[in-house]
C-alpha cells in the first residue's frame, strides 16, 4: 500500500494516536492496528539524533528546557516521557505502509531523508511542514519528495490559497471560525488543485469528519480505531508511485 491516485481515502493515526502516549511507540503500534499509516513530529537533538516529539520545549523540575539544547540521553533523563521518547529509527523499525513525518526543526531534513533512503521508505512519506520557506528547501533538496503544507496559522491559512503542488494539511478547527458551509466550500476550492488531508486539533472528529469525507484524500485522526467504528472505507490497494531523482546536499546556513 502506498500513495496513489484515486477516490480511496488514507487514515493515519495522528502522533499514533493522541493522548498522553502520543508520539510513541507503543501509540505508534496500536494505530497500525486499525489505520494505513501514522504521522508524528520530528526534531533534532543536539548531538543530531532525530526524536519524535511534538513541542521543542518543555518544563521539568520548574525548568524550562529545550530539545534541541540537549543531547539524547540528557532528553530521556529530562523529559516527562523519559525512555518513551522514541528515536526516528524506532518508528522506522515498524515499517509503516504510509508515513507523515512533521518535520519542526529545518535541520532534521538531510538526516530524515538520509533514513528514509536507506530503509526504503522515502516512497511512503509524505514530509509536511507549516512553512513555505522550508516547503521551498525541501523542493530544493528533494525535487521528488512527496510534500505538505500544515495550516496552522492566519499566515498560512492566507498563504495556502496559493498552494497548488503537494498535500495540504487543513484542521478540522477552521470550522470554528468560518462555519460549516464555507469551510466545506474551502475544501471544495482547495480540492481543485491539491489533496486535502484533513487534520484535528480541538475539534470532534467523530462529529465532523464522517460529514467531510467527499472532499478528504487522507484523514489524521486522533484515534483510528474509533474513527473506523463511524466511517466505512474501501481498502486502498494501488501500486506504488516511484521517482528517480538526486538529491542536493543542505545545509542549515542555505
Given at each position: 500500500?502506498?500513495?496513489?491516485?484515486?477516490?480511496?481515502?488514507?487514515i493515519?493515526?495522528?502522533?499514533?494516536?493522541?493522548?498522553k502516549?502520543?508520539?510513541?511507540i507503543p501509540?505508534f503500534k496500536?494505530?497500525?492496528?486499525?489505520?494505513d499509516g501514522?504521522?508524528?513530529?520530528v526534531?533534532?537533538?543536539?548531538?543530531?539524533k532525530?526524536?519524535l516529539?511534538?513541542?521543542?520545549?518543555?518544563k521539568?523540575?520548574?525548568?524550562?528546557y529545550?530539545?534541541k539544547?540537549?543531547?539524547?540521553?540528557?532528553l530521556?533523563?529530562l523529559?516527562?516521557?523519559?525512555?518513551?521518547?522514541?528515536?526516528?529509527k524506532?518508528?522506522?523499525v515498524?515499517?509503516?505502509?504510509?508515513?507523515?513525518?512533521?518535520l519542526?526543526?529545518?535541520?532534521?531534513?538531510?538526516?530524515?531523508?538520509n533514513?528514509?533512503e536507506?530503509?526504503?521508505?522515502?516512497?511512503?512519506?509524505?514530509?509536511?511542514?507549516?512553512?513555505l520557506g522550508?516547503?521551498?528547501?525541501?523542493?530544493?533538496?528533494?525535487?521528488?519528495c512527496?510534500?505538505?503544507?500544515?495550516i496552522?496559522?492566519?499566515?498560512?491559512?492566507?498563504r495556502?490559497?496559493?498552494?497548488?503542488?503537494?498535500?495540504?494539511?487543513?484542521?478540522?478547527?477552521?470550522?470554528k471560525?468560518?462555519?460549516?458551509?464555507?469551510?466545506?466550500?474551502l475544501l471544495?476550492?482547495?480540492?481543485?488543485?491539491?489533496?486535502i488531508?484533513?487534520?484535528?486539533?480541538?475539534?470532534?472528529e467523530?462529529?465532523?469528519?464522517p460529514k467531510?469525507?467527499p472532499?478528504a484524500?487522507?484523514?489524521?485522526?486522533?484515534d483510528?480505531?474509533?474513527?473506523?467504528?463511524?466511517?466505512?472505507?474501501?481498502p486502498?490497494t494501488n501500486e506504488a508511485?516511484?521517482?528517480v531523482?538526486?538529491?542536493?546536499?543542505?545545509?542549515?546556513?542555505a
Amino acid at each position: 500500500m502506498t500513495f496513489k491516485d484515486s477516490d480511496k481515502i488514507f487514515i493515519l493515526g495522528h502522533r499514533g494516536f493522541r493522548g498522553k502516549l502520543e508520539n510513541t511507540i507503543p501509540a505508534f503500534k496500536r494505530a497500525l492496528k486499525y489505520a494505513d499509516g501514522i504521522e508524528f513530529d520530528v526534531r533534532i537533538t543536539h548531538d543530531k539524533k532525530l526524536v519524535l516529539l511534538h513541542d521543542g520545549t518543555f518544563k521539568s523540575d520548574g525548568q524550562e528546557y529545550s530539545v534541541k539544547a540537549l543531547t539524547y540521553r540528557e532528553l530521556t533523563r529530562l523529559h516527562p516521557k523519559g525512555k518513551l521518547v522514541p528515536l526516528l529509527k524506532d518508528a522506522l523499525v515498524l515499517k509503516p505502509r504510509l508515513i507523515n513525518a512533521d518535520l519542526k526543526d529545518i535541520e532534521a531534513l538531510n538526516p530524515l531523508l538520509n533514513k528514509l533512503e536507506s530503509t526504503g521508505l522515502l516512497d511512503r512519506t509524505v514530509i509536511s511542514v507549516d512553512s513555505l520557506g522550508w516547503l521551498k528547501i525541501i523542493r530544493r533538496e528533494c525535487p521528488y519528495c512527496r510534500v505538505g503544507l500544515s495550516i496552522t496559522t492566519p499566515r498560512t491559512f492566507f498563504r495556502s490559497f496559493k498552494f497548488r503542488e503537494g498535500y495540504l494539511h487543513v484542521p478540522l478547527d477552521l470550522i470554528k471560525y468560518t462555519g460549516f458551509r464555507v469551510f466545506r466550500t474551502l475544501l471544495r476550492f482547495y480540492g481543485k488543485k491539491t489533496k486535502i488531508w484533513l487534520w484535528n486539533y480541538q475539534m470532534n472528529e467523530i462529529e465532523w469528519i464522517p460529514k467531510l469525507l467527499p472532499y478528504a484524500y487522507a484523514i489524521i485522526s486522533d484515534d483510528p480505531a474509533r474513527l473506523k467504528r463511524f466511517i466505512s472505507l474501501e481498502p486502498t490497494t494501488n501500486e506504488a508511485i516511484h521517482h528517480v531523482g538526486t538529491r542536493k546536499s543542505y545545509s542549515s546556513g542555505a
